[in-house]
């Protein structure tokens, strides 16, 4: 989800090979310009002049406190392929920042529950409670809190997920569900499974048995437990496969 913090970059293969280096003067000056437009009643954002080690970039968010040399930063927009230009370094600070960690009260406040990978491998999938940010979906790992706390946000995020709407398409004897902006979303609807069956039947495909083939990130494709194997097995992508009753077992991550 947040795999390209610093948003998506337009550079040619061989600007890539060898990207022109973002300047920390420049990007101290694009702090300057995007703070006043970022900063809100919780988000507190603020450079420290260190005479030794240079300024650093503060991030403060409820309990959340993250901290960053400006060098640093700089050189990891310079190795993601950012352009050195006040848009492109203004652009890169702002999606930087938009994937800071989820404090516990924004995730109580706007997560939503989603299916994705719990392993590197991409092998197992589990619910986890993600905060929109513009274009981004920023996981949020809950802090060393009160296990009521941990219920109650993920509770709510499940209500949420139920809400999310997505669109529907049927080709054959498969559903094919998908968000049209944030493609994780996609797998929000699987909180609730016998709406899905409801609405696929309601849509002329009755899937009372119905098998669903989840990869995170892409469209959730919906079946008989038959099609469903097929369809796994044509795929050259990672997927798991679960009949509707098991997904409420879900672990979460």
Same mark, same amino acid.
């Given at each position: 989800?947040t795999?390209?913090?610093?948003?998506?970059s337009s550079?040619?293969l061989?600007?890539?090979?060898r990207p022109?280096p973002?300047?920390?003067?420049d990007?101290r000056?694009?702090?300057?310009?995007v703070?006043? @437009?970022?900063?809100?009643?919780?988000l507190?954002i /603020?450079v420290?002049d260190?005479a030794?080690?240079?300024p650093v970039?503060v991030l403060?968010?409820?309990?959340?406190?993250?901290? %960053?040399?400006?060098?640093?930063l700089?050189a990891d927009?310079?190795?993601?392929?950012?352009?050195?230009t006040s848009?492109?370094?203004e652009a890169?600070?702002?999606?930087?920042?938009?994937?800071?960690? %989820? /404090?516990d009260?924004?995730a109580?406040a706007?997560? %939503?529950?989603v &299916?994705d990978?719990?392993?590197a491998?991409?092998?197992?999938?589990?619910?986890?409670v993600?905060v929109?940010?513009r274009? %981004? &979906?920023v996981?949020?790992i #809950? /802090?060393?809190a009160?296990?009521?706390?941990v219920?109650?946000v993920r509770?709510?995020?499940?209500?949420r997920?139920?809400?999310?709407e997505?669109d529907?398409?049927? @080709?054959g004897p498969?559903? &094919?569900w /998908?968000?049209?902006?944030? #493609?994780?979303?996609?797998?929000a609807?699987?909180?609730a499974p @016998?709406?899905?069956?409801?609405r696929?039947a309601?849509?002329g495909?009755?899937?009372?048995?119905?098998?669903?083939i989840v990869?995170?990130r892409?469209?959730v494709a919906?079946?008989?437990p038959a099609?469903?194997?097929?369809?796994?097995?044509?795929?050259?992508?990672?997927?798991?496969?679960?009949?509707w009753?098991?997904?409420?077992?879900l672990?979460?991550t």
């Amino acid at each position: 989800m947040t795999d390209a913090p610093f948003g998506r970059s337009s550079l040619g293969l061989l600007q890539r090979l060898r990207p022109e280096p973002v300047a920390v003067d420049d990007l101290r000056d694009a702090v300057d310009a995007v703070l006043p @437009e970022l900063v809100t009643a919780d988000l507190r954002i /603020s450079v420290v002049d260190r005479a030794v080690d240079g300024p650093v970039v503060v991030l403060e968010e409820d309990e959340r406190y993250l901290r %960053v040399h400006l060098a640093d930063l700089a050189a990891d927009m310079t190795d993601a392929g950012v352009r050195p230009t006040s848009e492109g370094i203004e652009a890169a600070l702002v999606a930087w920042i938009d994937g800071r960690p %989820v /404090s516990d009260d924004a995730a109580a406040a706007a997560g %939503v529950a989603v &299916l994705d990978w719990t392993d590197a491998t991409e092998t197992a999938i589990g619910w986890r409670v993600v905060v929109r940010r513009r274009d %981004v &979906l920023v996981p949020w790992i #809950p /802090s060393p809190a009160d296990l009521r706390v941990v219920h109650r946000v993920r509770a709510a995020a499940f209500g949420r997920a139920d809400r999310v709407e997505l669109d529907l398409r049927i @080709e054959g004897p498969v559903g &094919l569900w /998908s968000h049209p902006t944030a #493609p994780l979303l996609a797998t929000a609807g699987l909180v609730a499974p @016998e709406r899905m069956i409801a609405r696929t039947a309601a849509a002329g495909l009755d899937l009372a048995d119905m098998s669903v083939i989840v990869t995170p990130r892409r469209p959730v494709a919906c079946a008989g437990p038959a099609v469903a194997a097929r369809l796994a097995g044509e795929t050259g992508e990672a997927c798991v496969i679960l009949p509707w009753r098991a997904l409420p077992d879900l672990p979460w991550t």
